[in-house]
C-alpha cells in the first residue's frame, strides 16, 4: 500500500438533511479506514445518546475552558448550544494516515477549512423544502418552535453550498449514500493526499525505465 496522510472529510447540512445516515454508511463501507469525529456539546443528550460516543457533553464552563486552551478546531453556536471540534484525534489521525470524518455546521466547516486546508468538504441537500420540514416533523424529538426555528437556519445554511467542494442532493437515500462514497473513495485514491516518500518507494519498486531505443 502507498503511504499517504489522513484525510479530513466534512459532511454539512441543514438538521433532516440525513447526514448521519450517509455518515452512518460510509463509516461501515471503509471500516477501520474512516472513523468518525466525536464533538463537545454543552447541550442536553437527547434520548438514546451517550458521552463519548454521539457526542461528548461537557458543561458551559468546561466548554469555556477548551476554547482558552485552544483545544478546539472550531465551535460555533447553533440552536442556542455550542458544538466545538477537538484538535488532538484529528491531528493524530492525520499523521497516523487514518481518514476521519467530521459532522459539522457551516459555521465550523468554515473555521475548518482555514486550519486545514486540504480537508474535503461535502454539503448535503435535501431535494426541496416540503421534503426538509416533513423530515424534522417526523423527527417526534422537537416541538413546533424548535423546527420553525431550524427551517429558518436551514435557509442560511443553505445559501453556503456553492462553497463546498461537493454537493449531494439526498432525494434517494441508496443514491446520496453511492455518491457520498464514491466521492471519499476518489479522494482517498489521489495523489495529493499521498506523501512524496510513498510515491517515490512506489515508482522505485518497478525498477528503473528502460533506455530509449536508438534509431
Known amino acids: 500500500m502507498i503511504s499517504r496522510r489522513g484525510i479530513l472529510f466534512i459532511v454539512s447540512g441543514p438538521s433532516g438533511a440525513g447526514k448521519t445516515t450517509l455518515s452512518d454508511a460510509a463509516l461501515r463501507t471503509f471500516e477501520e479506514g474512516l472513523e468518525l469525529s466525536v464533538s463537545c456539546?454543552?447541550?442536553?443528550?437527547?434520548?438514546?445518546?451517550?458521552?463519548?460516543?454521539?457526542?461528548?457533553?461537557?458543561?458551559?464552563?468546561?466548554?469555556?475552558?477548551?476554547?482558552?486552551?485552544?483545544?478546539?478546531?472550531?465551535w460555533a453556536l447553533v440552536h442556542g448550544y455550542r458544538y466545538g471540534t477537538p484538535r488532538a484525534p484529528i491531528e493524530k489521525a492525520i499523521a497516523e494516515g487514518r481518514d476521519?470524518?467530521?459532522?459539522?455546521?457551516?459555521?465550523?466547516?468554515?473555521?475548518?477549512?482555514?486550519?486545514?486546508?486540504?480537508?474535503?468538504?461535502?454539503?448535503?441537500?435535501?431535494?426541496?423544502?416540503?421534503?426538509?420540514?416533513?423530515?424534522?416533523?417526523?423527527?417526534g424529538t422537537d416541538d413546533e418552535a424548535t423546527v420553525l426555528r431550524r427551517l429558518r437556519n436551514a435557509c442560511r445554511e443553505i445559501a453556503s453550498a456553492p462553497a463546498y467542494d461537493f454537493i449531494v442532493v439526498n432525494t434517494d437515500r441508496d443514491d446520496a449514500i453511492k455518491q457520498f462514497v464514491s466521492i471519499l473513495r476518489g479522494q482517498r485514491a489521489r495523489t495529493r493526499h499521498m506523501t512524496q516518500e510513498g510515491l517515490r518507494e512506489l515508482v522505485a519498486s518497478f525498477g528503473e525505465p528502460a533506455a530509449a531505443e536508438t534509431a
Do not use: C, W
Open 100 to 139: 476521519i470524518l467530521l459532522d459539522i455546521d457551516v459555521q465550523g466547516a468554515e473555521q475548518i477549512k482555514l486550519v486545514y486546508p486540504d480537508s474535503v468538504s461535502v454539503f448535503l441537500l435535501p431535494p426541496d423544502r416540503a421534503t426538509l420540514e416533513a423530515r424534522l416533523r417526523g423527527r
Open 41 to 74: 456539546t454543552t447541550r442536553a443528550p437527547r434520548p438514546g445518546e451517550r458521552d463519548g460516543v454521539e457526542y461528548h457533553f461537557v458543561s458551559e464552563a468546561g466548554f469555556d475552558e477548551m476554547v482558552a486552551s485552544n483545544a478546539l478546531g472550531e
